[in-house]
């Protein structure tokens, strides 16, 4: 079953102090990539949760959270199979004592979807999101955080096909992330990172700043920050070129290009 794409919206509630928070709504519809930025503590946790539950007034924040303009219907909230919302952090993993291709069969049969080669589909997707290749044969317990991830998110494109994703913090963790953002807009997936890196960050259409409990600013990117993002797409480049050199053990020695 296909979970049709939608628009959340965000209401407010109030920041640590209990005031009211200064902002009208915060609409996030198909195909836009969000990101959430804030030093620690400041909220980011708290504002995706809200989403991932959909808050009615019954969270720490105050915040209600509506799907198409309205209250989402139990269903929505309680049944995994209709909820539109994935949400993928450092910490998911999958306990399955399964092969990867048996778990992928298992989550196919279980939503009822007959394509052929969709589990094929999923791995070769996965596999692109990853420098370290997942073979279908694999077992999903002996997954790297970098693959599981990847798993994950392929899983949540082709065969969960919610139309809301959370990445929380997933970027450390071995993946491609430019990949990933530029294949979750061509699937017009709405998109939601909570981030500490800047590539991330300015990758996507709109930054929401996180600061005392409360959404502080939503700043827009965009032309303006075109410079800033092309320089830090270098920097991004030559630091993964690095990093694989030290893992193949590699001595750095003599001058490093800097971006
Ligand atoms: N609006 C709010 N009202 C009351 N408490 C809040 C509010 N927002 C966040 N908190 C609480 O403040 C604490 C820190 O928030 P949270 O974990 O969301 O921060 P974070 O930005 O995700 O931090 P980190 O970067 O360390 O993960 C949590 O206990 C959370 O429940």
């Known amino acids: 079953m296909d979970i049709p794409a939608c628009e959340i919206t965000v209401l407010p509630g109030r920041d640590k102090c209990g005031n009211t928070e200064n902002f009208d709504r915060i609409e996030i519809r198909p195909g836009e990539t969000l990101s959430i930025v804030g030093p620690t503590g400041s909220g980011k946790s708290a504002f995706i949760n809200d989403i991932e539950v959909f808050a009615r007034d019954d969270t720490v924040t105050g915040r209600t959270v509506l799907v198409n303009g309205q209250i989402p219907p139990e269903e929505i909230v309680r049944d995994p199979a209709r909820k539109p919302v994935a949400l993928i952090t450092q910490n998911t993993r999958c306990l399955a004592d399964l092969s990867v291709g048996e778990f992928l069969e298992m989550h196919v049969r279980a939503r009822r979807i007959e394509r052929e080669g969709l589990v094929g589909e999923t791995v070769a997707l996965a596999n692109e999101f990853t420098g370290e290749k997942i073979l279908p044969g694999a077992r ?115 001058p490093v290009p800097v971006a």
């Open 140 to 254: 999903m317990t002996g997954l790297s955080g970098g693959q599981t991830r990847s798993l994950m998110v392929a899983d949540a494109i082709l065969i969960s096909a919610a139309p809301v994703l959370i990445l929380d913090e997933v970027e450390n963790a071995g993946i491609f992330k430019d990949r990933v953002i530029e294949i979750l807009r061509a699937h017009n997936k709405a998109v939601i990172f909570v981030t500490h890196d800047p590539l991330v960050s300015l990758m996507c259409d709109r930054r929401i700043v996180m600061r005392n409990g409360t959404v502080a600013g939503v700043i827009q990117g965009g032309e303006g920050e075109r410079p800033a993002l092309d320089a830090v797409r270098r920097m991004d480049a030559m630091l993964a070129g690095l990093r694989e050199r030290i893992r193949a053990g590699e001595p750095i020695t003599g």
